[in-house]
């Protein structure tokens, strides 16, 4: 499902951010993204978004190779949308609507639903995520926390193949940080694949099978079972995950 063959990337040319990395994924598959700050982990899911396009090397998703000429064709763009959903570490750059229900019907509307669809569609994202009472609230001025959770119904409510979550933890309080790590537990078991970073190890436990470890050197230094890695305590002292 995601083919990312031998990619870097620069910021403006000048801030090396990825470093020959190669990675695949198959469809159904949970996968941590780990590393200490400033490793890569967010530019490789903006990647995977298709909000950059590698410097060097190719990333294919869905068979098909993403490039900047393939997102500007709109209906590619829509139809690349719709499959995968994309939690911002900062939700402030996510949101955009002025009020709550609006921006979780943005990307419904978008995939062209009607509106009774997308109202049942909003109704029951923001049921599911216990935030009915944000539904006419500005975005703008909600609390870290709850700006999360508004980010969060936003791709749920599209429901899409393949959910990336940037550090998603980020602000959340213990109950529902223990609601997300259920939520990811069911939609993988009902087939999403799951990428998701997070420096918050202790929510996260059994829900990915595999983990990708990152480096300073903005290279993929570790791949493979999360417990495994999750056990090595000397190995990730040495790459400041822990
Ligand atoms: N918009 C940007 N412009 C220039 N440099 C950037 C930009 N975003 C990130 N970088 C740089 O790219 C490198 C990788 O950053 P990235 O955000 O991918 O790290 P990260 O692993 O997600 O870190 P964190 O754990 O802090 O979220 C860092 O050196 C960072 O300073
Ligand atoms: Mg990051």
């Known amino acids: ?47 995977i978004n298709g909000l950059i396009v590698p410097g060097e090397g190719t990333y294919i998703f869905d068979g098909e190779e993403i490039t900047h000429k393939k997102l500007e064709n709109e209906s590619f763009s829509k139809s690349f949308h719709k499959k995968i959903g994309f939690v911002f570490q900062n939700s402030e750059a996510q949101l955009f609507c002025s009020n709550v229900y609006d921006e979780v019907a ?35 001025h909600l609390s870290g926390g709850e700006k999360k959770k508004v980010a969060i119904a936003s791709v749920v409510a599209l429901n899409p193949q393949v959910y990336v979550f940037d550090e998603p933890m980020n602000g959340l309080d213990p109950k529902t940080k223990r609601f997300l790590r259920e939520f990811m537990i069911t939609i993988n078991n009902a ?52």
């Open 191 to 242: 087939g999403k694949t799951i990428i998701c970073s997070t420096h918050d190890f202790e929510y996260i436990k059994d829900v990915f099978k595999r983990a990708v470890v990152f480096s300073d050197t903005h290279t993929i230094v570790r791949d493979g079972n999360y417990n495994d890695i999750m056990s090595d305590r000397n190995f990730l002292q040495q790459n400041n995950v822990i």
């Open 106 to 140: 943005f990307g419904p509307r978008q995939m062209g639903l009607s509106e009774k669809e997308v109202d049942k569609r909003v109704k029951d994202t923001l049921e599911l995520l216990k935030i009915q009472s944000l539904r006419n609230r500005q975005p703008y």
């Open 1 to 47: 499902m995601i083919d990312i063959n031998n990619v870097s990337y620069s910021y403006n040319d000048q801030v090396e951010a990825l470093k020959n990395i190669e990675l695949h994924i198959s469809t159904g598959e949970a996968v941590a993204f780990i590393g200490a700050n400033g490793s890569g982990k967010s530019t490789l899911m903006k990647l």
